[in-house]
């Protein structure tokens, strides 16, 4: 780790332990949906590792990870009944969609940027989090991209592993741009 990473993580950590702001950045986990194509009876974000349920192992790495103004989970209101007995962050019920959902979730934030990822992309590297923090004020919307591990057939072309990019979650997005969006 360079001098300079190392100057700066301990900066930053030094600013939270003094509990000052420096994201203004929301982060939405969404998880609403019914889990329709992992095909058992529970919902993904209810499997456990260790004691501790998918949903809020997510939240936790992601808390631990960046520094978050607000941490909104979306979800059912049956599962939110359940999840408030688990962890203190603002729950929001989910809408008929993906959109939906993080239409009603975009309503309670009050920062400038918000952080959006799914409580099923539970393997999120920390690296890749602070690289989304550190670059959201460079666009309306900063995605990560990662080479393509399979081969792809588009168009009777045929991509071969590494040569394409896929988009992946989580992304981040300037709330005001978001809001329009919705």
Known sequence: MSIIRY??????????????????????L?????????????????????????WLHVAEHFEKSAHFDQIIIVSTQDEIRLMKNFASYTYIEGGESRQASLSNALQKVTSEYVLVSDIARCCVPSEMIARIMEAKGEGACIVPVLPVADTLYLDNMTYRQGE??????????????????T
């Open 30 to 54: 969404l998880g609403a949906g019914s889990s329709s194509r992992f095909k058992t009876q529970m919902k993904k974000q209810w499997l456990y590792t260790g004691d501790t349920p998918l």
């Open 7 to 28: 100057y700066l993580i301990h900066t930053i950590l030094w600013y939270r332990y003094l509990g000052m702001n420096l994201s203004n950045t929301t982060l939405i």
């Open 164 to 181: 394409g990019k896929d988009h992946s979650n989580p992304s981040t997005l300037c709330y005001k741009n978001a809001q329009k969006s």
